[in-house]
């Protein structure tokens, strides 16, 4: 049997493995004791470890034993940024890792990863990295207000950011004194969001998604459309021509995600994930090979399947609500299973902003798509804001 071990027991550690075991592979995943692992139930072994004594200890025996408890997997990989680098060093003497460390070490910090990106002049927001308040005030004085400020590491769903848009938010800011260092960036007035999903295989293979245009409220992915309708003609090329840099420049092996921001027909990249992306969940029920089935077959080293849908195809996540009454903890039940599309579920708790499941949508007609979309947000959140 073919085992993949997965860093990580949350929502894309088990989407990744209900396409794998579709696919005769075998799973387990390494989770710390105070992981909470209820996605991940019944569909491998769950290995539950220090990391903190491991990597204390550090020697090649510890990190044998891991590999062994973990099944003597034949690849390991990652469904989350803020994995110990170590760790997967520490692995990476028994089998293959993929994405390998570096890239895992030169993404999960936004100082590294917006480095990069100026290294290989991929566009992005004009930034600046800051270690003391002098230095947020000397990237206020260059670039003005609005601001955003993001600390460099354990950010996702717009946590550790802040949006600076006058003085006294500022000063705010320094009187919470969060841990830094952080990025400094200028608030880019953008036209929509997207993201491009790819993956390149072991031997080199590369496919890329269509772009998505993703919605996001308060920093977190509300829904996405794909293709992402009416871009530019050169922007899909310049947002794979971007990633297949980062996969040179990597030797990146696996799915990788890179959001940005359209402003006309410009692309700035605002960050990338060195794992499968919210924003491809449409991929699942596209009748094409799903982001997860691309990245298993990436990392195993396998031919890369079909990623070009025939029509229009959409998601919208489901957050936990502050209103436990209408968010049922345990499990949706009927009343969430609308005719509209097919409906994921991650069997997590609820809890306010908590990614808890989604419903991909498809349609033919785009314009039906978007009302459909629309609507089952409306349903969800009764919202009709944008932004
Ligand atoms: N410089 C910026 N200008 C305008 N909006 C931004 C900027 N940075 C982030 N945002 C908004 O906040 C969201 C979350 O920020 P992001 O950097 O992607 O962090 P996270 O890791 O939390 O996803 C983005 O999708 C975007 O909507
Ligand atoms: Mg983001």
Not at 36 to 51: P, Y
Not at 91 to 101: E, I, K, R, S
Not at 131 to 156: C, H, M, N, Q, W
Not at 256 to 276: I, K, Q, S, T, Y
């Amino acid at each position: 049997m073919m085992r993949v071990a997965v860093i990580g027991g949350g929502q894309l550690a088990r989407m990744m493995a209900l396409n794998g075991l579709r696919l005769g592979l075998q799973f387990s995943f390494l989770v710390e004791p105070d992981e909470s692992t209820q996605c991940v139930d019944n569909l491998g072994e769950k290995v539950v470890w220090d990391l903190g004594e491991l990597l204390n200890d550090g020697s090649e025996a510890a990190f044998h034993d891991l590999f062994n408890a973990l099944g003597r997997p034949q690849v390991i990989t990652v469904e989350k940024e803020a994995v110990p680098v170590d760790l997967l060093r520490g692995l990476a003497q028994f089998t293959a890792v993929h994405p390998n460390p570096d890239s895992v070490y030169q993404t999960q910090h936004r100082a590294r990863e917006k480095q990069l990106l100026s290294r290989l002049s991929i566009p992005t927001a004009s930034f600046k990295v800051a270690s003391t308040f002098a230095d947020v005030r000397a990237a206020y004085a260059e670039f003005g207000l609005p601001l955003f400020i993001k600390a460099v590491e354990s950010g996702y769903d717009g946590k550790n950011q802040w949006q600076i848009h006058s003085v006294a938010d500022l000063e705010s800011f320094e009187r919470e004194s969060p841990a830094g260092p952080w990025v400094v960036e200028k608030h880019v007035r953008f036209d929509r969001e997207a993201s491009l999903i790819g993956a390149r295989s072991a031997s080199g293979e590369t496919v890329f998604y269509p772009l998505t245009e993703n919605l996001h409220r308060r920093g977190i992915l509300i829904r996405s459309i794909a293709p992402a309708p009416n871009l530019g003609a050169d922007t899909e090329r310049n947002a794979q021509d971007y990633m297949q840099r980062l996969f040179a420049e990597l030797n990146y092996v696996g799915v990788l995600a890179m959001e940005c921001f359209v402003c006309g027909d410009d692309l700035l990249v605002n960050e990338l994930a060195p794992r499968v992306h919210n924003s491809g969940h449409w991929t699942m029920d596209a009748g094409i090979c799903s982001q997860f089935e691309n990245h298993l077959r990436a990392i195993m080293d396998w031919p890369l399947g079909n990623t070009q849908p025939n029509g229009p195809k959409g998601m919208v996540n489901i957050l936990g609500s502050r209103d436990l009454t209408k968010h049922q903890p345990r499990h949706p039940g009927p009343s969430w299973l609308s005719d509209a599309g097919t409906f994921h579920w991650y069997n997590k708790t609820d809890r306010p902003g908590r990614k808890l499941g989604h419903i991909n949508i498809a349609h033919e007609d785009l314009a039906t798509l978007q009302t459909l979309l629309a609507a089952q947000d409306e349903q969800l959140y009764g919202e009709t804001q944008t932004k």
